[in-house]
């Protein structure tokens, strides 16, 4: 026979591990850059995105001292704005598909939203 009692005990170990793994996940922080250095996108462990740094010869290759900081800046603003939108609409959308699938009950599953 199995323990009821056992078995919960063991789920809730479970979950507080999870959530723990969470934390650490979120301290984490892994680049990915492009064009031989001229994109880079720093995220955690989580998949959040944290930033985007673009060199000015990203922009124009022939004369990158004609960019200035300001451009750069707004850029890097722009297109982190844009990521951290679609990221909430694709979190939205999972949140959605889950919910028609538990029948609406409220699950937090870790590293799915």
Known sequence: MFNL???????QMMQKKAEEMQ???AGIMVN??????????TMNG???????KIKPE?????????VDQD????LEDLIASAMK???QKASNVS??????ITGGLNLKIPGLF
């Open 85 to 87: 939108e679609a990221a």
């Open 5 to 11: 009692q056992q078995i919960m005990k063991q789920a």
């Open 71 to 74: 451009t750069l800046e707004t």
């Open 95 to 100: 949140e959605e598909k889950l919910k028609s």
């Open 23 to 25: 934390e650490e996940l």
């Open 46 to 52: 989580k998949r959040d995105f944290i930033s985007i």
């Open 32 to 41: 990915g850059v492009a064009g031989g250095g001229l994109v880079d996108v």
């Open 58 to 66: 990203a922009i124009n290759p022939e004369n990158p001292s004609a």
